[in-house]
Structure formats: C-alpha cells, structure tokens
C-alpha cells in the first residue's frame, strides 16, 4: 500500500508542474507586478509597493477608450447574436430535409482562423482608391453613401467589428442551442398542440423556459468571450489598435507588455487584474439574475 | 356535405400555412448560409483573379472568367509560407502529443488510482479552470524570456500542453470505464501503466480523438502567444504569418496573393472539420468554449 500512495503523485506529476510553472505562480506573481511601482523590466528593480499602477491606468486615456470599445462590443454583440442563434436554430429544428447541410455550412466560422478570415472581411469593407469594396457596392445599390469602414468614422468601425465578431461567435452559439432544442420533451409539444396552442403561445411557454439553462449558460460565455475580445479587433484593424482606436482591454495589456509601446508588465498586469474584476462582477451579477429567471 | 366541405377547406389552408411558413423558414436559413459561405466564395475568387484584373475592377466583379493559379506562386515566393506552415504543423503536433500524454497521466490518476489528497488535488485542480489566460500570459511572457526561450519551439510549447478542462472532460470518461475491468486486470497481476495503455484508453479513444482534434484547431488558430514570443520570422505561426503579411509582407495593394495565402492557411482545418465533422461539432457541443 506504500508505494500506492506515492503513486498517484506520479502519474500526477507532470501536469502538476506544468500548472505550476504557468498557472499557480504567474497568478501569484501578476499580483506582485500590479503593486511594484516603476518597475523595469531590463533591471528587474522597482521603486515602491503601492497602487500607482491601477491609478496610471484607470487614468490613461488609452485605457478608457479600450473599456469603452469592449464594453460597446460586448453590450451590442451578445444580445444580438445570442438571439440571433436562437431564431436560427429554432428554424433549423422545424425543417428536416437539408437540416445536416445547414448544420455543417453555419459551423464553418468555427474551424477558421481568426486572422485569416478577418483580412477577408477587411477587404469586403475596406474603401480604397482603386474601388470602394463590395459591402459599398451593395450600398451603393441601395442609394446610399460609399463609406470607409475600416479607416473612416468611429461608428462605422465599430459597426464592423460587431458584424465580424457575431459571426465568428455564432457557431457555437446555434450549435449549443440545436442541441438544447432537440432535447425538450416531444410530449409538451403534442399535448400544446392538442389543445391547439398557437406557435408564439408555445415558444414562450414550452420552448423558452425549457432551454433558459442553456440560453443562460450562453449569455455568461457571451460576455465573458466578448470581454476578451482582442484577435477579431487586430485581424480587422491591424496591430496599431490604439491609432485606429478600436483598442480592447485585452489589447491594452498586451500593448503594455509587448511590441513598441511595450516594456511595462506592472501596467499591464493592473489592467489585467481590473479585467478581471470587471468579468467577475458582471457575472455574479448574470447569476444572480439567472436565479430569479431561470427555471431548471 | 357542407360540413366534410368546410373541413377539407380548412385543412387544405392549414396546409398551405405550414408550406408558407416553412419556406419562409428555408429562406431566411438560407440567408444565414449565404453570410456565412461569402466571406470563403470572395476569398476564393479574389485568389484567382490576377493582380491587374482583381485592381483594375473599380466595381468588384462577383466571378471569373479567367481564373489563375498565378497568386499561389507569389504567395508562397514572396513570403516564407511554406515555413510558416511547417512550423504550425510542428508547433500543433508536439504541443497536441504532449498535452495528451500529460492529461491521460492526471486523469487516470484522478478517475482510477487512490492516494492521499486526492480530493483536495482535485478541488485546487478544478479551481484553476476560472483563471483567465490574460492574467497569466505577463508572467509567462517574463518566464520564457528569462529563460532566453524567446523564438524557439520550446518556448512556443511550454505553456499550452496543460489543460485544466480537458483533465476533467477526459477524468469523467476514464470513470465511465467499469471498476470490474480494473480488479479482473489487478488480479491477473496486470500493473496499473500497462492497465491504462491496453484497457482505458483504447475504450476511451472516442473521447481522446476529440480532445485532439479541438486541441489541433485551437493550436492552429493560436495568435497571442506565438506574438509575444517570437519576433523572428523563421518562427512565425500561420496566424502570425498573416499579419506580418499583412502589414509589410506582399505590399499592401497585392490583394489577390494575400487572398491566396488566406486559402492555403484555412484550406487544412476545413479538410479536418469536413472529414471529422461529427466528432467535431459533438467534441465542441460538450467541451467547447469559444463566443
């Protein structure tokens, strides 16, 4: 039994070190960064503990415009593209034939790269010299303006980031969902039609209440993945969010870390950590909510 | 005869009701496939209309009449593609291989073996799950440059073969396994490793596959961290390949060439999603997290 004892250990071994080294103390160690003052990063010297860093931050307007860029991203793009989802697997759940073909073709986004994907988008919106792109053609037809959706007006920016954002979300949101439906019980379905309850009727009654779980479970991911925005943001705008202003709070910290306006992981670390507390409070506040409403 | 009158009546527009809302049902799931494919139809067309045509369309045209294959060559000459692919594919290998070797460990001693602590191991490990990567990232970053890993594989893989989620995901499968397979194998004497390698995981492979196949896309499509630690382009990941394309690479205005390396970097995980799609869209259903 001796040997038993230890062997757990063992098998546990590598992870455990591996959650070590990159997990438990860089989360110990991010507190330490947050409350050095002046610290450099070349000498590894710092001046004072104290909470200068949260100040500078919560006092740079860079930051500010990123917690205002996020929160617009995340107040737009998570009603939107969880009720989106919910029409559109509530559609994909009333037809059969076709039904895997649709399934497969919405999953895409899912499988490609941010990146990659994101230049395509660009140049569907982007006006240059030599043409005004296709989204502008399809304006155009309409009668309206050509406009510069990547380089032009602060609105039109952000319009364009919400579009590319809900559509690289979707998939797992109408996947989740397609499979929440599928699992209600068919028998409320044919007593409500038994007593010939009208379609609207069972949606909110039958429907939405037997899938809230799952509608809640996808608001929180919702917001806690749009709080984290930051690869969608780069791949639209490049990697200057902050001249285009479209930074987010996750791109503020790795500006702070890395690249031209790097060099500064005490800065970054207080934003993170604000990050942090801002997604916390925003999904205490989710759950406690979701108590009141939800029905298991 | 009125009465059986007025009843077909009333059938025949009940029927004709759930036709109208049906094809209005297909219609607008249509629309949705339509966003969702265009954005891969114009990269595709873009990737073969030559550089003079594809500038020369002051109105973007919406086909070809002469495709080329032109574009591919200026993609994969003009920027080392070929290498930014084959550091993504070494990258997801190894990172992918080790992470399963170093969760199969933990979840089989969490699922089947006993020792002390283990519930309190578990808690702690369960506990790691809410710490968001962004405030790990700036020590990790301090780590691997203090290392002097900066720009290897090394330094790349480190820190993404662990996953807290997958230990769980694969420990409820190992747990499914039945006990009596376990005490049959103690009593023929059969140790615990070689238990695990010829029993647990060829039951479990379904679950692995999948944990591999999301480990794979997530690995491919990674960003952030292979831009913090490489800056030297004979490391570059295909996502960061992308942007440095992007921004000095081709020339801003060789669009078509662009559009050709977007195809050829996407091109492998829709091959991967189409062969797996089953497993895939299961794998994510149940242990997904991404939107």
Redesign the interface.
């Known amino acids: 039994m001796d040997k ?6 063992l ?2 071994l ?2 455990i070190l ?2 070590g ?7 110990i ?2 507190l330490i ?1 947050s409350v050095e003052e002046g610290y450099n ?1 070349a000498s590894q010297t710092y001046f004072d503990i104290g909470f200068y860093n949260f100040s500078y931050v919560l006092h740079d307007p860079y930051f500010l415009q990123a917690v205002k860029n996020t929160f617009l991203m995340v107040v737009i793009t998570v009603p939107i ?1 969880t009720g989106l989802a919910l ?2 697997s509530m ?2 759940s ?2 059969r034939p ?1 039904r895997k073909l ?16 994101g ?3 660009m ?2 919106f982007k006006k240059t010299a ?5 989204v502008n ?1 399809l304006i155009n037809w309409f009668g309206g303006e050509s406009i510069d959706f990547i380089d032009g007006p602060y609105w039109a920016k952000m319009l364009v980031m919400c579009i590319y954002i809900i ?7 109408i ?2 969902l397609t ?1 929440a439906l599928s699992s209600v019980n068919q028998s409320y379905y044919n007593a409500a039609r038994v007593d010939g309850t009208g379609r609207g009727r069972i949606f909110l009654k039958i429907t939405l209440p037997m899938i809230s779980p799952t509608v809640f479970y ?1 608001v929180i ?2 917001f806690i ?1 749009a709080f ?1 925005q ?2 969608d943001a ?1 791949a639209l705008f ?2 200057d969010l902050n001249a285009a202003e479209m930074n987010t709070i ?1 791109g503020y ?2 500006d702070m ?2 690249g031209d306006s790097g060099g500064y ?1 005490s800065y ?2 207080a934003a ?2 604000v ?2 507390v801002i ?1 916390l409070t925003i999904t205490c506040i989710n759950l406690l909510i979701s108590k009141k409403h939800i029905h298991y | 005869m009125i009465q059986s009158d007025d009843y077909s009546r009333i059938k025949r527009s009940a029927r004709l009701h759930k036709k109208i809302f ?1 094809g209005i ?2 219609l ?2 249509s629309i ?2 339509l ?3 265009f ?2 139809y ?2 595709l067309l ?1 990737s073969v209309k030559s550089y003079s045509q594809y ?1 020369g ?4 045209q919406f086909f070809t009449l002469s495709p080329t294959l032109q574009n591919y060559v200026d993609a994969f000459q003009a920027v080392p593609l070929a290498r930014y692919l084959l550091n993504t594919f070494i990258f997801t290998v190894i990172t992918t291989a080790i992470m399963m ?3 199969v ?2 979840a ?3 699922a089947r ?6 519930n309190l ?1 578990f808690t702690l ?1 369960l506990s ?1 799950m809410m ?2 990567n ?10 691997i440059t203090n290392l002097d890993l900066r720009n290897t594989f090394l330094g790349l893989i ?2 993404s ?2 996953s ?1 989620f997958y ?1 769980y995901l694969l420990k409820e499968n190992f747990a499914q396994v039945p006990d009596a397979l376990y005490y049959a194998a103690k009593v023929d004497g059969t140790s ?1 490793l070689k238990y695990l390698l010829r029993i647990m995981i060829p039951i479990c492979k379904p679950t692995l596959i999948t944990i591999g196949i999301l480990k794979i ?1 997530e690995c ?2 990674s ?2 961290w292979p ?2 630690i490489t800056d030297d382009e004979n490391y570059y990941l ?2 960061n390949g ?2 440095e394309l ?2 000095n690479g081709l020339g801003r ?1 060789n ?1 078509p060439a ?2 050709a390396a ?1 195809v050829v ?2 091109v492998p ?2 091959v ?3 062969i797996f ?1 089953e497993k ?2 299961a794998g ?2 149940r242990g ?4």
């Open positions: 038993n004892k230890w062997k757990g250990w098998y546990l590598p992870a591996f959650l080294v990159f997990m438990v103390y860089p989360l160690d991010v960064y990063f593209s029409l559109i559609g994909l009333s037809i076709l649709y399934q497969t073709v919405y999953f895409l986004p899912y499988v490609t790269n941010t990146l990659a994907v230049l395509v988008f140049i569907l030599y043409t005004d792109g296709m053609l559509w690289v979300v979707m998939p797992f949101k996947l989740i499979s996808l991911t919702g993945g984290k930051y690869s780069v490049g990697t996750v910290v790795y870390l890395y992981p970054a670390s993170a950590i990050l942090f997604v | 049906s049902v297909y607008l799931l949705w496939a966003i969702v494919l954005p891969f114009w990269m873009t500038n369309e002051y109105i973007p070797f170093v969760i460990l933990a089989f001693a969490f073996l006993q020792f002390r602590g283990k191991a490990f790691l710490i968001p962004e405030l790990v990232i700036i020590t990790n970053y301090a780590t480190l820190p073969v662990t807290v230990i615990d896309i491919w499509n960003y952030v831009r913090l295909v996502s992308i942007q992007r921004e205005e669009i662009m559009m977007v970097i996407s995980l829709i991967l999603f189409l799609r895939i869209m994510v259903s997904g997290t991404k939107g």
